[in-house]
């Protein structure tokens, strides 16, 4: 993509910010204009003084000119810089609203793997590096035409034969300027490399110290720190030789054309083939002339960071490419969906007649039945034609080994992911009819890793149930068995957990989500048993909780320890997507299947 | 944050930081000079040429010219070279005070770590040391030089207009002051709450972004999506006001520097005026003037970030400052006892918490962040608790000791007691009947050989993760090691077999494979005690089986401890103690 339909697609998100961002772009050519206008005072005045004998008197009104220009220039900087930021802010506002937007309608699943961190760097630190290509790059390139333009224009106008060298230096800079933008961007690029490497390098040493000093290797260490500094800093500079040659020529090319016009505008003056005022404003005005490019060869780092965090942010926002985000779908005609309308459209046109409220249909306890049900995640299967049902107010555990499937039939119900065929019933409803937000109020999760916000236990509480007063959230956190340790915590309730706050063990952290499901009371619950090294007390305290909170509900549980699987009134038991065994944990055991293989083998650890 | 005691006075950290400047005291000079150089040569550019256009306009002779356009082709070829020299020799200084720098840093952190590393909350404290030094790099090249070369502009140009008229000197000094000094002061302290703010909002910015994308499922489940986005709407555009706060501030300040400078050339070229008319100059210095004076002010344009980076420079040094300086937890013995040889360890009612405000740990852990999987059940002791209450044990060479029950944090301090990471209550540790205390601490760690929970791998290859043990091992040795950690055909298929590069740029190894290496490097370690803490919590069971069954055969003889609560584990100990 060009440099300029990015840039145009990029403002197209935000008209109000384009329209500030070319007032900026003005008030920045009023700036420079204003330069070429003292240039041209300063002229007059000194030739007024110099040469034709004028006193003080009577330059004043060009001397006021003069100081005229200075004050609109310095206004129009200011003007510049104020718009510039206001444009920046606009359509970095916009463009994160849209992208978090597009996060929500995404859902979960997407966010799991590793491209949860490039998303964020790509909303965050991505719109953030938009500030100073809107601020500094983009009036940096319009004004580095038009502001050489009107220099050029106004050096024709006063003397043309130093137009004509100006021409001749110009496409030396431009030279020059072409090869920042190929060559010298990639020995950027490999400075940066070079930079992080040994970043990474000297992090390393920090972070693997404990290991070095185990095996006595850690002060040996400052020696080889020192060697491969060292090194570094010389390819570096190899590196950075060849830029700096580069700027080198450019530097000399504007100094040179400046001399150059000067000795050859003073030898005209002496044939007095031209006179002493344009000739001192063509000299003022040459250094101006290579100044717009100068300052966008500066920026022009503004300018690349700009452009790539600009094709990730519009690669996120096009429709066309929204599908990156949403789990990978098979092909809707082949599956043996009798839903006529999802066989052909997809879940997100679902028909409106079928869609019903949740409260109308919910009956709690509710029952659940998978029928013939298949999802992949991409091209890999998850559930292959699974068929069960779980009774209104059963308990229900589902086992198998990793990615047997046990996680995509949470996800299925949490509807974070639509069946690919088959269907998913709740009692008589089709769980496909109903609003995914109105279904999931039916429905409490206790996830394997509960995700703590940045804010204070209650914060993170009340995330089931914003209302829910203080006497309610320690009451559900008692039930949850949560409450001793919360109590415990330095501020109590009130003390900041999540990344920048005191940090919850594996075992607090699920009670913490308990704690959750209890204040949500909703008649589904979903629970993904920690697999972390539980220690006996959490895990004990886990256990008593989850019988509580099952009480009146229907319960699906994602076994991974025995203990809890014993306490189901029916075990499901899952491999590579299919259901293979179901039935009471004590039957299941004396049928010496799969169910009691997997129990031998893992004879109580998690699996 | 980092216990210190007395933040340091401000100037006694840019002492110290300018101390490191000392042995780069020539270079620091020649940079300045040639900066100095540099910018005047432009002043000369101008000065000359407009004098050599002046004098051309009455002079009859060419000849009379040759002085200026010699200064005119002069100052053209010395601006470049001069501006070439000065990049050239500040970066080489710059790189070789950061190496200095590292060194430094690494050598004063080493007696520390990993206790002093570790007590922050804050998981990103090692990738701000790197940034932090890295921040120190950029105090001479942007904060100590251009100071210093625009003091020398200024009197060079200032001396150049004083030799017409003294006023026109004190003038151009005056208006330099102004803009390079006074104006960024003013504008710094303007900008300094925006700015603290502008840094505030965005991290709480991301914050509130990383909890909205990994969060995502539980916002969702909750039907919370929507507040959290408004949450995260309401940080950005609180970020956004603090940036205007900025530009305005900024647009300010662009404005007058414009602004003075054009002052500049406007007094001066209205001093000059009255000089000529009142016949004190002649005509043909007055476009000089103007020219001289707005050139030097080029001189002043680095110096508002300098001011910046003074301050971020200055921060940097005193986070770094006050790591180093912090005392060593462990004190080591003034005359250590003969090195022990490992024959008999013996624990006796050890009772051991952490000093408030340091969260206990797992010393192997990466200290980065880490993913909610890899989190370790450690981290939840609150401040002040016994970790340990009251243990006791006795091993003698070739006894094997299972240690369950302990809580996470239990036996990750119980194994950072004995190798001497963190300071041991007196007579509670004794290895081969002496106090720990009384040994180095180095002496030691070299009876230990340790599988950690979650073992730190480098970024380097498989073999040198390895060598780590032992620099001196045959390829023979590292193969029978990595057989008996059940290894051997994992790095068999890899195309580069032992020299795969692991890490960010490598290979990225399971949970299970980062277990089995480090495994394979504690059998190389040839060392009397062996420690094994979850050895193989990550590897499935028909795996698991035969790394113990490997293992067995390297404890005989050896001092054997195990925290571990598998069966298959539980099996290869003497004796089971269990610690709450």
């Not at chain 1, 909303?123 to 319009?142: H, K, N, W």
């Not at chain 1, 693997?208 to 850690?218: C, N």
């Not at chain 2, 502008?198 to 969702?220: F, N, P, Y």
């Not at chain 2, 300086?325 to 040889?341: G, I, N, Q, R, Y």
Request: hydrophobic share 50%.
């Amino acid at each position: 993509m060009s440099g300029a339909t990015l840039t145009a697609r990029l403002l197209a998100h935000d008209s109000a910010a384009r329209r500030l961002l070319v007032w900026a772009t003005g008030a920045g050519f009023v700036a420079g204009a204003m330069l070429v206008m003292q240039a041209w005072l300063i002229s007059l005045i000194v030739d007024g003084v110099f040469l034709r004998g004028q006193t003080p008197g009577q330059v004043t009104p060009l001397l006021g000119m003069l100081a005229a220009s200075l004050l609109v220039r310095s206004i129009a900087l200011y003007a510049e810089t104020v718009l510039g930021q206001r444009a920046a802010n606009g359509l970095k506002q916009t463009l994160r609203q849209r992208l978090t937007s597009r996060l929500i309608q995404a859902g979960p699943l997407p966010l799991r793997d590793e491209r949860a961190g490039e998303l964020v760097n790509t909303i965050s630190e991505g719109v953030e590096a938009l500030d100073a290509f809107v601020t500094q790059f983009l009036p940096a390139q319009a004004l580095a035409i038009l502001l050489t333009l009107c220099v050029l224009l106004v050096v024709l106008i006063l003397d043309p034969w130093t137009t004509l060298v100006l021409l001749f230096a110009a496409p030396m800079l431009l030279l020059m300027m072409a090869l920042i933008g190929g060559r010298a961007k990639s020995l950027t690029e490999r400075r940066f490399l070079e930079l992080s490497w040994m970043s990474a390098f000297f992090l390393d040493m920090l972070q693997g110290l404990p290991t070095l000093k185990l095996f006595g290797r850690s002060q040996e260490q400052a020696a080889t720190i020192q060697r491969v500094s060292a090194h570094y800093g010389k390819t570096t500079m190899e590196v950075l030789a060849t830029a700096f040659q580069t700027s080198l020529v450019m530097e000399w090319a504007a100094t040179a054309a400046t001399a150059l016009v000067a000795l050859e505008v003073s030898y005209r003056l002496m044939a007095g083939q031209l006179a002493f005022a344009p000739a001192l404003a063509v000299l003022l005005l040459t250094p101006e002339f290579f100044l717009p490019l100068r300052t966008l060869a500066i920026r022009y780092h503004a300018g690349t960071t700009g452009k790539a965090a600009a094709q990730r942010i519009l690669k996120l926002l096009d429709v066309a490419h929204a599908s990156s985000l949403t789990p990978g779908r098979q092909d809707a005609g082949t599956c043996a969906d009798d839903d006529p309308h999802s066989a052909l459209t997809g879940r997100r046109t679902v028909a409106a007649p079928l869609r019903q409220h949740a409260a109308d249909i919910l009956q709690s306890p509710l029952a659940i039945r998978f029928d013939h049900v298949a999802f992949a995640y991409g091209n890999r299967p998850a559930l292959r034609d699974c068929t069960f049902t779980i009774a209104p107010g059963s308990r229900v555990a589902l086992v198998g080994a990793t990615g047997a499937g046990k996680s995509t039939i949470a996800n299925l119900l949490l509807r974070f992911a639509e069946p690919q065929q088959g269907a998913i019933w709740i009692g008589a409803t089709r769980l496909s009819a109903l609003e995914p937000a109105q279904w999931r109020q039916q429905v409490a999760w206790v996830p394997q890793h509960p995700h703590l916000f940045q804010g204070t236990v209650l914060d993170n509480l009340r995330l089931a149930r914003p209302a829910a007063s203080l006497a309610e959230v320690s009451a559900a956190a008692e039930a949850a068995g949560a409450h001793a340790f919360i109590s415990a915590l330095p501020q109590g309730y009130s003390t900041p957990i999540g990344e920048q706050g005191v940090r919850l063990s594996g075992g607090q952290r699920q009670r913490l989500a308990l704690t959750r499901a209890f204040l949500k009371d909703a008649p589904l619950l979903i629970l993904d048993e920690a697999t972390a090294h539980l220690d006996a007390e959490n895990a004990a305290l886990i256990r008593d909780a989850v019988v509580r909170l099952s009480a009146g509900r229907t319960v699906v549980i994602i076994a991974h320890r025995l203990e809890l699987a014993a306490m189901a009134d029916q075990v499901i038991v899952l491999e590579q997507g299919c259901v293979v065994e179901s039935g009471a944990h004590a039957d299941l055991l004396i049928r010496n299947g799969h169910y009691r293989r997997l129990a031998a083998s893992l004879a109580g650890v998690a699996w | 944050m980092v216990t210190t005691a007395v933040p340091m006075p401000r100037q006694r950290t840019l002492l110290r930081l300018l101390a490191f400047l000392r042995p780069f005291g020539w270079w620091v000079a020649a940079g300045i000079l040639l900066g100095f150089a540099t910018i005047s040569s432009s002043v000369g550019l101008m000065a000359v040429s407009a004098y050599l256009i002046s004098k051309a306009a009455i002079a009859v002779d060419v000849t009379q010219l040759s002085l200026a356009i010699a200064g005119v082709r002069l100052f053209a070829l010395t601006r470049a070279l001069f501006r070439y020299g000065e990049r050239y020799v500040t970066h080489l200084a710059t790189f070789r005070i950061l190496t200095v720098l590292r060194v430094w840093f690494y050598r004063a952190i080493e007696p520390l770590a990993p206790a002093r590393l570790q007590q922050v909350h804050s998981g990103d404290l090692l990738a701000r040391i790197g940034a932090d030094i890295e921040t120190l790099e950029n105090f001479y090249v942007r904060v100590v030089a251009p100071p210093l070369s625009a003091v020398l502009v200024t009197l060079f140009a200032a001396a150049l207009l004083g030799a017409f008229d003294v006023w026109l000197g004190v003038a151009l000094v005056g208006f330099l002051v102004w803009t390079g000094g006074v104006l960024p002061w003013i504008s710094r302290r303007l900008s300094r709450h925006a700015a603290e703010t502008a840094i505030t909002k965005r991290s709480e910015l991301h914050v509130g972004l990383v909890d909205m994308v990994q969060g995502m499922a539980d916002l969702a489940a909750y039907g919370q999506a929507e507040a959290q986005q408004a949450h995260v709407w309401a940080q950005s555009a609180a970020l956004h006001r603090a940036q205007q706060q900025l530009a305005e501030v900024r647009g300010l300040a662009n404005a007058l520097t414009a602004l003075f400078t054009g002052l500049a050339g406007l007094t001066i070229l209205w001093l000059g005026i009255s000089l000529v008319t009142s016949g004190q100059l002649a005509g043909v210095y007055l476009a000089l003037l103007p020219l001289t004076a707005m050139a030097a002010f080029e001189c002043v344009q680095p110096l508002s970030q300098a001011w910046q980076m003074l301050e971020a420079s200055e921060a940097a040094a005193r986070r770094l400052l006050a790591l180093v300086d912090a005392p060593p937890v462990v004190v080591e013995p003034s005359t250590p006892a003969p090195a022990p040889v490992g024959v008999s360890l013996e624990v006796r009612n050890l009772r051991f918490r952490y000093p408030p405000m340091t969260g206990s740990y797992d010393p192997f852990a990466p200290m980065m962040p880490i993913t909610p999987t890899a989190q370790p059940e450690s981290r939840s002791t609150p401040d002040g608790d016994w970790v340990l209450d009251g243990l006791t044990f006795t091993l003698r060479a070739g006894q094997r000791l299972a240690i369950t029950g302990a809580s996470g944090a239990g036996k990750s301090t119980l194994i950072a007691l004995l190798l001497r990471f963190w300071d041991v209550p007196p007579g509670a540790i004794w290895l081969d009947g002496r106090d720990l205390r009384a040994y180095a601490a180095e002496d030691v760690r070299t009876l230990f050989a340790v599988v950690p929970q979650s073992p730190y791998l480098f970024h380097t290859t498989i073999r040198d993760n390895l060598l780590v043990a032992n620099p001196d091992a045959t390829d023979a040795e590292l193969a029978a090691a990595c057989q008996a950690a059940q290894l051997d055909t994992f790095i068999a298929a890899l195309p580069a077999g032992y020299d795969t590069l692991l890490g960010d740029n490598g290979l990225t190894l399971s949970g299970g494979e980062r277990q089995r290496l480090a495994i394979a490097r504690a059998l190389l370690k040839p060392a009397p005690i062996l420690v094994l803490d979850e050895a193989t919590a990550h590897l499935d069971a028909v795996t698991a089986a035969r790394v113990w069954q490997a293992l067995a055969h390297h404890m005989t003889g050896r001092i054997v401890l195990i925290f571990d609560h598998s069966p298959l584990a539980l099996a290869h100990a003497d004796a089971v103690v269990t610690i709450v």
